[in-house]
């Protein structure tokens, strides 16, 4: 039985942010394969069940999908995102949020960030998608990003937080909350299964703390499916494989040879 550990944005959504249908599908025929599945994202629950569970299989039993949202503060099984459990210790204060909010106000980001309302643990702006194609809009909203990030960095750091830059957004997050929190729990929560391989799929280079993370809980044959612009990040006795294309495009690509008969 193989362990699969998926980034969600970058790497089931396309570079405007959109959840890939066909890329959901190739997820589907892991999961009737009678492997492991597991998403380890930064996006909110909420997002998850209004933009990526609505593209499920309604007839596929979705019950033991291991979920992992705003990178560990929230977990839980299956789609009914009501169940999953918010971990307290991990919110960030709401005059935090407040003081985030008001530098993502500021006019020079207007039409190109805005506030992720639906974050309950963490102050988060996205990116505000373009038209497909349009590659000016899209080097505007990650220059954008890139500002924000830098603007709010003393917020940040003074409240005893940390910044984190992702493809499409920003977050700012306790000190101490990273995929490795996530990655921890689902392999507690499988630890009576039989492993054989592990396979994660990401697109940031964070992502790799999901693929080292098994290796330290002793898991073997490990491969990290890279899906990012640029080059792989490597580590020791962590296999790595790039796709040719970024965003889902590469998941497809990669994916499709582990559900090709």
């Known amino acids: 039985m193989a362990f699969y550990m998926f980034d969600v944005d970058g790497v089931l959504t396309d570079e405007n942010a959109r959840p890939d249908h066909d890329a959901v599908k190739l997820v589907e025929d892991v999961a009737k394969d009678g492997h492991i599945l597991s ?16 593209l499920f299989n309604k007839e596929l039993d ?70 497909p194609g349009d590659r000016e809009h899209l080097q505007n909203t990650r220059k954008a990003l890139k500002e924000y990030a830098s603007n709010i960095e003393a917020i940040s750091e003074e409240s005893g937080n940390k910044t984190v830059v992702s493809t499409y957004g920003v977050d700012v997050i306790h000190p101490d909350l990273s995929k490795k929190i996530g990655a921890e729990w689902i392999i507690q929560e499988i630890s ?12 940031s280079s964070g992502d790799m703390i999901m693929a080292v993370t098994a290796r330290e809980k002793k898991l073997q044959d490990i491969t990290f499916h890279w899906v990012g612009e640029g080059s792989a990040p490597e580590e020791d006795r962590i296999k790595s494989v790039s796709s040719s294309a970024s965003f889902s495009s590469g998941t497809k690509e990669l994916l499709e040879k582990h559900t090709r008969s």
């Open 192 to 203: 009576d299964e039989e492993i054989n391989e592990v396979f994660v799929f990401g697109d």
């Open 39 to 54: 998403f380890i994202t930064g996006r909110s629950r909420e997002w998850l069940s209004e933009n990526l569970f609505p």
């Open 62 to 131: 979705w019950s033991s999908l291991y979920c992992v949202a705003e990178h560990g503060a929230i977990k839980g099984r299956g789609t009914d995102i009501s169940t999953w459990k918010l971990d307290d210790n991990f919110v960030v204060a709401d005059d935090v949020k407040a003081s985030l909010y008001d530098v993502s106000k500021q006019p020079e980001f207007n039409d190109l960030i805005e506030w992720d309302h639906t974050k309950e643990s963490m102050g988060t702006v996205e990116a505000v998608h373009g038209e």
